[in-house]
């Protein structure tokens, strides 16, 4: 009957108990990736503690596909720091680094410039229109550390939606149909 008749078989003859029990730890396990989630988002004072990075704009430092962790603390950002930014009116942050700061007299508020080190000018032209810094309220925070390639699952899965639809259906039939 092969592997796929023997799933269905088991849904069939599953007890309620047995479907209540199975969404319990379903529920358990995606409210145990939020609060972690939260708590690194806590430790770390980003909003975003792990990012990926999308594009070449960083070679060789940082490759698409890998995974940057973030810290966002109270000191000044500095120039050669990375950071990834969010700009008004886009929704996928950027990952370069800083070539210049200017820090205001009047205020002691720190305006940044990025640039990718792969692109062969600074980031004016991807901020909003008339923007030619980047406040700190911009800045999701600071790369401490990188996973190489371990993004390339997240990139695969958004550009290719139906192996994610593949992967979420293979993952909730091994959940029903698991007898433990």
């Known amino acids: ?23 319990v730890s379903l529920g358990m396990i995606v409210t145990s990736a939020l609060i972690i989630w939260k708590a690194l988002m806590c430790v770390t004072g980003s909003e975003s503690p792990v990012v990926v ?5 960083m070679e060789p430092g940082f490759k698409r596909g890998d995974i940057l962790f ?6 000044p950002i500095r120039a050669g720091e990375i950071v990834v930014f969010n700009i008004d009116g886009r929704e996928i942050p950027i990952v370069h680094r800083v070539i210049k700061v200017h ?10 410039l990025t640039k990718g080190d792969n692109n ?25 550390g990188f996973l190489p390639y371990v993004g390339w699952v997240t990139i695969i899965m958004t550009e290719k939606p ?3 639809y593949i992967l979420i259906g293979a993952l909730g039939l091994l959940v029903i149909t698991s007898k433990d």
């Open 103 to 112: 820090e205001r007299k009047d205020t002691g508020e720190v305006d940044v």
């Open 162 to 164: 139906i192996i994610k």
């Open 120 to 144: 062969y000018g600074d980031d004016r032209l991807l901020y909003a229109q008339g923007q030619l810094w980047l406040q700190r309220h911009h800045i999701m925070g600071r790369a401490v």
């Open 1 to 23: 009957m092969g592997w796929i008749g023997e799933s269905v078989d088991s849904i069939k003859s599953l007890q309620i108990r047995q479907v209540v029990t199975q969404a």
């Open 53 to 57: 990075v999308l594009s070449g704009s």
């Open 70 to 75: 973030l810290h966002m603390s109270k000191e």
